[in-house]
């Protein structure tokens, strides 16, 4: 079973994602609250033709960066659930699908459980939305 699921779209305009963000999601990982469970590749070029890769798509000496994470994956996202997401993306310009498991809600999911309790509903608040309550209370 997994903890509550998230997936964030990370774009780069001009289709210059380089992989940078790889060591840091291997150390988000690292720490144990949240797992990498699938990461897959979109691109959008000029004419607006989507190109879909997962890790297997890449040459050896790409997906080798990848191997930190490889393990951990789960294949729970499919091409075309990454072809919906990237609906919105614009032309010339590429996206990290990543799918995180939050692993710190499962404890607590159980500790809930043996309390008696349930849990009744979550959600994840966008960062503009975020921006804009931040923004209000420190401008009050």
């Not at 780069?12 to 060591?23: H, K, M, V």
Request: negative net charge; hydrophobic residues 45%.
């Amino acid at each position: 079973m997994y903890g509550p699921l998230e997936y964030v779209v990370i774009g780069f305009d001009g289709n210059r994602f380089t992989g940078e963000i790889l060591p840091k999601l291997i150390e988000i990982e690292g720490q144990g609250c949240v797992r990498v469970v699938d990461l897959i590749f979109a691109s959008k070029d000029e004419a607006g033709d989507l190109t879909i890769l997962e890790i297997s798509d890449l040459s050896e000496e790409d997906a080798a960066a990848y191997e930190p994470l490889i393990g951990e994956f789960h294949g729970l996202l499919t091409a075309e659930d990454v072809a919906e997401l990237a609906v919105e993306l614009p032309e010339n310009t590429s996206a990290a699908v990543v799918l995180f498991e939050h692993r710190w809600a499962t404890g607590l999911r159980w500790a809930v459980q043996a309390a008696g309790g349930q849990m009744l509903d979550s959600g994840f608040v966008h960062p503009d939305a975020q921006a804009e309550v931040i923004a209000e209370v420190l401008g009050a």
